[in-house]
């Protein structure tokens, strides 16, 4: 039995369309499957712990458990997501705390994304961005 060229045209764009899921899926998996940089192992060793056990933070937090969706800004039609490198609830205020860790390098996308999350979540959220550098710990926003 032979196809017509339409109907070869339909299986080829149906076989693309999975193949591109698929390949996007793979990319997600491993994405959210991150162990923490170095950077960011230190701040959760001496930020974050020691607010813990002054009774500051809530003891459960996470690493990059929560995506954010920015609503207003798209890029070449996609929306654009913003992770937080760690959340935890402020048991001073009672409101969940982003926290971005930062090294030396800070790339222009990540901190357009802080600061979009910042604009359109911050009257429900809060938000801190730390720098390392040094040796130094630097809050660079709040």
């Known amino acids: ?6 109907e070869y ?13 698929k390949e996007t899926k793979s990319k997600k998996q491993r994405s959210r499957g991150r162990e923490k940089n170095k950077t ?10 020691p607010l813990i056990y002054q009774g500051r933070l809530h003891h459960d937090y996470g690493y990059e458990r929560i995506r954010l969706t920015l609503e207003d800004e798209t ?3 996609r ?3 913003y ?6 609830k402020n048991n001073d ?17 990540a901190m357009v994304k802080f600061k ?9 959220f809060d938000f801190e961005c730390w720098e390392y550098d040094k040796g130094i710990w630097r809050q660079i926003w709040k």
């Open 1 to 6: 039995m032979r196809i017509t060229e339409d």
């Open 9 to 21: 045209q339909a299986i080829m764009a149906k076989r693309n369309t999975h193949s591109e899921a």
């Open 40 to 49: 960011e192992a230190r701040f959760e060793i001496e930020k974050i712990n």
């Open 75 to 77: 890029v070449e039609g």
């Open 79 to 81: 929306r654009m997501t």
């Open 83 to 88: 992770t937080p490198d760690f959340d935890c």
């Open 93 to 109: 205020t009672g409101r969940v705390t982003f926290f971005e860790v930062k090294g030396k390098w800070k790339y222009e996308d």
């Open 116 to 124: 979009a999350a910042r604009k359109i979540f911050g009257h429900v």
